[in-house]
């Protein structure tokens, strides 16, 4: 299942004028296969003013990513945060995957699991940063403002 949310993005949309709207809130993908925690990310960053898409396994993930860079109007993350372990693909297949296609999409990794060697190949992989779960949301919140300014340089 894949979700998108944006609070009040419709709202007056057609009463804007283009040339004085704001600039697109950066749009963020969060895969996880626990409800749970995609939900608490998403309103964590629909309150900060995200866009944000949701995946609920490596599969859903990849779907997204392939139908944002296929869409008329490009629908691609501008950010990933994504689980390691889920059903189907892992968060580090996918992150390789992206390196290998040139894709440089800043990627965050949270994970139950985290072990040296997890770290030591998500930083070889490029991934923005790893958390390990349990964590604050203020650090994910952190993650995602860093990753966001390098990422746009």
């Not at 866009?51 to 997204?64: I, K």
């Not at 650090?139 to 403002?145: D, G, H, M, P």
Request: proline share 5%.
């Amino acid at each position: 299942m894949v979700h998108e949310q944006t609070e009040g993005a419709a709202r007056g949309a057609a009463w804007k004028n283009p040339s004085t709207a704001p600039e697109r809130a950066p749009r963020i993908l969060v895969a996880d296969d626990q409800r749970e925690m995609r939900t608490l990310i998403r309103k964590m960053l629909v309150r900060r003013g995200y866009e944000v898409m949701e995946a609920a396994d490596g599969p859903a993930l990849v779907r997204v990513l392939i139908e944002g860079l296929t869409a008329d109007e490009s629908r691609a993350p501008d950010l990933i945060i994504t689980d390691v372990r889920m059903p189907g693909f892992t968060g580090l297949e996918v992150l390789a995957r992206l390196r290998r296609e040139q894709w440089d999409t800043p990627v965050i990794l949270i994970t139950a699991f985290g072990d040296a060697k997890l770290h030591g190949e998500a930083e070889r992989l490029g991934a923005a940063c790893v958390l390990d779960k349990p964590f604050e949301l203020e650090t994910l919140r952190n993650a995602v403002e860093a990753a966001l300014s390098v990422a746009r340089g």
